[in-house]
């Protein structure tokens, strides 16, 4: 029986790999005709009204490994792309995430609707409105989902970071988006001790989204409204289970089991995971202490009987 | 009264064995310390003395005055001019402008602040150095990260590449063939333009530092005419040698040596290069320098005229029409003029459109201090005083550069990744650049009347005197470019392609002609000698090929493949000079340098080169402890694994392993100035007989096949017309 299950799946592997092989080859020469000019990584041009650098370039690379690898460039742009040089009102195209994001089963984990609506109550789009939009984060280009999928929580803390820094190091985008310049985020972020292990080891979202979204919060709030206060993460009930190790807490309960996903959970450091050997070796070192502390009193009381002898 | 000291039980006593040993050894250490500058110049041959200028003159409060109306003339008239351009009476606007040009506050409110600072300190004279560390012992320096920081200004001075002119420590772009990255790691050894010997000037800086020449331009039965040459020209010291002192542990710089410091070459706007010619003292050959009043008191931060005073001599070339400093060669024993030119790549405001926008040199190159970034980038062996400090286009254009939003910026802007500004935006050198130097054969010059290396091919063409080639900032020990085409394949091996190889069937054909002419030989000897640069790799046994092939597989290929690559214009450089063939190796033999005046004056290679290694710091590079100090290093990074200590002259004064040689790759220069506004075209590259062979570039016979019949090149070219 095993074995009819390992050769039947087998078989379904082998017959299927190189069906789904050839697809994307096809995929990947129908976008050769694009990407021959635009996997140049400057191309770019510089905005004549703002100076700042709009890139056209697409990192084939970054976009075979991302989450749209298997589409074909005009799947989402206009066929009439395929002309060189291009027609001048192909400039305006409008495209959407959610005009594919919206009634497909297998995306409804993702909670796109959701995301929508969070959207519009944060504060890009309460400041912005239509002027800012997911492509002003996500490059749908390179899109990973990351958070989901990583092995690696200090990886996805820099992608993510990296999302909002593009905006927020680079003030002449942000001054051509909201017409203000914001201070400097060491200098806001200031009041935060050891700022920049901070950034290393927690998302910007993390404590300046509101947790109370299905999927990846998306309501960024304003400054005022952000986490400032330390014992909200730093605590029992640390609100990082909520956003960046939401995730991530749920594979390793399933990994390590009940005792460090029940026991120890709510116990001393931050992070969802609580290092199973650093548990084990606390409890050891108490186990041996306690074992230490009765022996001295146990050989001290034999003692001080035989002295009284 | 006599008083009796009985050392002895005292030193019987532990304390008192203890303090004699320190005595002993501070002692010691002291008539060390004491006797260790005479040691040194025995030694080396390098020689300090007391240097005194007779350009620095007392002046009187009258001659003060007239020279500080002179030098502020043209600013006042200026200035004076502007003010009464409504009047219309000529004579009436003559009558104001004098007038106005009299006023203190005309002659106070100047640009050369020193001339009132002067005045106030009551300074007549210019005594070099010690008058400007009267104010300026200490300045501050901005540092790249924003600090400022208070320094001795001297000390500043003398630890910068200018002084120093090399360096004992990492901050090289230069790798060996041992795939070591020069002084990175383990002990440092000095290197820099002090020790390097190159083809160009066909010596270095010991055996070249100031020389007067005999030459005869009116023929050889006239009286001889003193002409001065060497590397000192272009030093900031005053003395007898370079620096050298910098390359021992410690360098202690003697005092006479830091007054002969010429601050004015680089701070003075009314420096007269007519004072930098060679003088004989007592002691021996030395630069003279401008130290009038007249240059003290028009010192400002340097412009681009201090820096082209020694700088357009690599860039333009001294035969430059627009080299200004070299109108001025002496007022006597006038500087020999260089016929062929490094780089030929000319920062004026003729050739460069960075120089016709008022740009200056520092606007790009912004120092910290004395220390003047040179860019991260460079293929020479070169000390750098900021070498991490970016000199580089993008700091200004961004990686968008072109901005006019036409289709064709874009696209232009697209290949920003792939090829640097300089390949499009140098479309060619100056045609007195020069590729091959023969040393070994020189030609009378009859002008000049002297015997001059012959330059048998000199081009600022693409593909000629220009190569292109993938670089990643980096260098081998022999100038060759570093880098890789981005697919990262084993095609692309300039090493054993593009830089053994000259196959221009245009200047081959001038080549020839030019050897048959001046040497006199005829077209099979020609045929013979070209093949030696026409392939220099044929100068190679083949066990030395594939010793090559060795260490470009286990060393270069990975050096090549480090950072990001781009496609760079290179100035390439042959030279046929002498070798000392104890010490060669895969990738070429030590060479030799000439001494000047016997050079020029006898046309006899041979002996001039002896002369210039019979040198005490040429022979001492033979022995312990040289050897063991540098030496060794210095070979391993040249791709041999010890330096053979067997002088090339026996001890019966004959030569001896002593071959004449180009070097087996041809050198590659990088080129950055001289920028023009409209660069190279598509067609220019992407046509099949375009100036870059990209099948050696790397790319594969398809992607060949498309680079240079791109479908889309005809709407970029018939829009353009």
Redesign the interface.
């Known amino acids: 029986m095993k074995f009819l299950i390992t050769a039947l799946s087998l078989f379904i592997l082998v017959s299927v790999k190189p069906a789904a092989k050839q697809n994307s080859l096809s995929t990947k020469d129908e976008n050769q005709n694009c990407l021959r ?1 635009h996997s ?7 905005d ?1 009204t703002t100076g700042i ?1 709009k890139s ?2 697409v990192s084939p690379k970054e976009f075979y490994n991302s989450n749209h690898k298997d589409l074909a460039c005009i799947d989402c742009h206009s066929k009439d792309f395929q002309t ?2 291009h027609n001048a009102k192909l400039k305006n195209e409008n495209l959407y995430c959610l005009n594919c994001h919206k009634d497909e089963p297998k995306f409804k984990q993702f909670h796109f609707q959701s995301i929508e609506k969070e959207f519009k109550q944060s504060v890009h789009y309460k400041k912005l409105g239509n002027k800012f939009t997911c492509f002003d984060c996500h490059d749908p280009h390179s899109f990973e989902i990351h958070a989901r999928v990583s092995k690696d929580i200090k990886e996805t803390v820099l992608y993510d970071n990296m999302i909002c820094l593009n905006c927020h190091e680079n003030n002449s985008k942000i001054k051509y988006l909201s017409g203000v310049i914001l201070p400097s985020l060491t200098t806001s972020h200031s009041w935060l001790p050891h700022m920049d292990l901070h950034w290393k080891s927690v998302r910007c979202i993390d404590c300046h989204t509101s947790p109370n979204a299905p999927g990846v919060s998306h309501i960024i709030l304003p400054k005022d409204k952000a986490v400032k206060n330390c014992v909200e993460c730093h605590s029992r009930n640390s609100l990082l289970l909520q956003t960046l190790y939401k995730f991530e807490s749920k594979q390793s309960r399933n990994k390590e089991g009940f005792l460090n996903a029940v026991i120890l959970n709510n116990s001393y450091v931050i992070g969802a995971t609580r290092n199973y050997y650093l548990n084990l070796l606390s409890f050891i070192i108490f186990g041996l202490t306690l074992i230490a502390l009765s022996v001295h009193g146990i050989l001290r009381t034999i003692a001080k009987k035989r002295k009284l002898k | 009264m006599k008083m009796k000291i009985n050392l002895k039980p005292f030193l019987k006593k532990w304390y008192g064995k203890i303090t004699a040993v320190i005595v002993g050894l501070a002692l010691i250490l002291f008539v060390g310390m004491m006797a260790m500058p005479s040691f040194f110049e025995w030694y080396t041959g390098v020689k300090n003395a007391p240097l005194t200028y007779n350009s620095s003159k007392k002046l009187t409060d009258e001659q003060f005055e007239e020279t500080a109306r002179k030098i502020t003339y043209n600013e006042r008239l200026e200035k004076a001019e502007e003010i009464t351009k409504d009047e219309k009476n000529d004579f009436t606007r003559s009558v104001k402008i004098q007038m106005l040009m009299n006023t203190p506050s005309f002659m106070r409110d100047t640009k050369f602040k020193h001339i009132e600072y002067f005045r106030k300190a009551g300074i007549k004279q210019y005594k070099g150095p010690e008058t400007c560390l009267e104010c300026h012992k200490t300045m501050k320096v901005h540092e790249a990260d924003g600090s400022i920081k208070k320094v001795n200004t001297l000390s500043d001075v003398i630890n910068s590449v200018h002084f120093e002119f090399q360096r004992m420590a990492p901050g090289f772009s230069t790798y060996g063939f041992n795939g070591k990255q020069v002084n990175a790691k383990g002990r440092p050894i000095p290197v820099g333009k002090i020790d390097r010997a190159c083809g160009i000037p066909g010596s270095f800086s010991w055996t070249g530092w100031a020389v007067l020449v005999k030459t005869y331009p009116n023929g050889k039965d006239k009286p001889a005419v003193m002409r001065s040459e060497g590397c000192g020209q272009c030093h900031i010291g005053g003395s007898y040698d370079p620096a050298t002192e910098k390359m021992m542990p410690g360098g202690v710089i003697p005092a006479e040596t830091k007054e002969g410091i010429d601050c004015l070459i680089c701070h003075s706007q009314n420096y007269d290069m007519n004072y930098k010619y060679v003088i004989k003292d007592k002691v021996g050959y030395r630069w003279n320098q401008d130290r009038t009043m007249e240059a003290a008191m028009s010192v400002t931060i340097p412009t681009n005229k201090n820096c082209l005073n020694c700088h357009q001599h690599n860039m333009g070339g001294d035969v430059y029409q627009y080299n200004v400093a070299a109108k001025s060669l002496g007022y006597k024993n006038q500087r020999i003029i260089h016929g062929g030119s490094k780089r030929g790549n000319p920062f004026s405001s003729e050739d460069d459109v960075h120089a016709a926008a008022g740009l200056q040199c520092l606007d790009c190159h912004v120092p910290e201090g004395h220390k003047i970034p040179r860019g991260v980038k460079g293929t020479d062996l070169v000390a750098n005083d900021l070498p991490n400090r970016k000199v580089d286009c993008e700091n200004c254009h961004t990686s968008a550069p072109h901005t006019k939003n036409k289709l064709e910026d874009v696209i232009l802007n697209g290949h920003v990744n792939r090829i640097a500004c300089e390949t499009c935006h140098i479309p060619s050198l100056q045609s007195s650049s020069v590729v091959l130097r023969d040393w070994v054969h020189p030609t009378w010059d009859k002008e000049d009347g002297m015997y001059v290396p012959t330059d048998i091919l000199r081009s600022g063409k693409p593909d000629v005197g220009i190569t292109y080639l993938w670089f990643n900032g980096n260098g081998t020990f022999l100038a060759n470019a570093m880098g890789n085409n981005p697919n990262h394949t084993d095609k692309y091996n300039p090493l054993m392609n593009q830089l053994v190889t000259l196959n221009d069937p245009e200047a081959l054909k001038e080549v020839k002609q030019n050897i048959m002419s001046d040497f006199g030989m005829t077209s099979q000897q020609a045929d013979n000698y070209m093949k030696t640069f026409t392939n220099t790799l044929s100068q190679l046994s083949p066990k030395m090929i594939e010793k090559r092939k060795e260490v470009i597989k286990t060393f270069i290929v990975k050096l090549e493949n480090m950072g990001q690559s781009k496609i760079y214009p290179f100035k390439l450089f042959n030279a046929y000079m002498y070798e000392d063939m104890s010490n060669q190796g895969p990738f070429g033999a030590m060479i030799l340098p000439f001494d000047y005046p016997t050079y020029y004056e006898t046309g006899n290679s041979l002996a001039s080169m002896k002369k210039a290694i019979e040198n005490p710091i040429v022979k001492r590079m033979y022995q312990f402890p040289f050897k063991e100090y540098m030496m060794d290093d210095f070979m391993h990074y040249f791709g041999v694994s010890t330096w053979s200590d067997v002088y090339p002259i026996d001890s019966k004064g004959n030569l001896r392993n002593i071959e004449p040689h180009w070097m087996r790759q041809y050198g590659t220069l990088m080129i950055n100035h001289g920028i023009k506004k409209d660069g190279l075209s598509c067609e220019n590259c992407h046509s099949p007989n375009g100036i870059l062979d990209f099948a050696k570039l790397g790319y594969s016979p398809q992607r060949v096949k498309d680079l240079t019949h791109l479908k889309d090149l005809k709407y970029f070219t018939s829009n353009k017309k």
């Open positions: 000019c140049m990584a400057t191309l770019s041009y510089r004549t650098i056209l370039a060189f040089p």
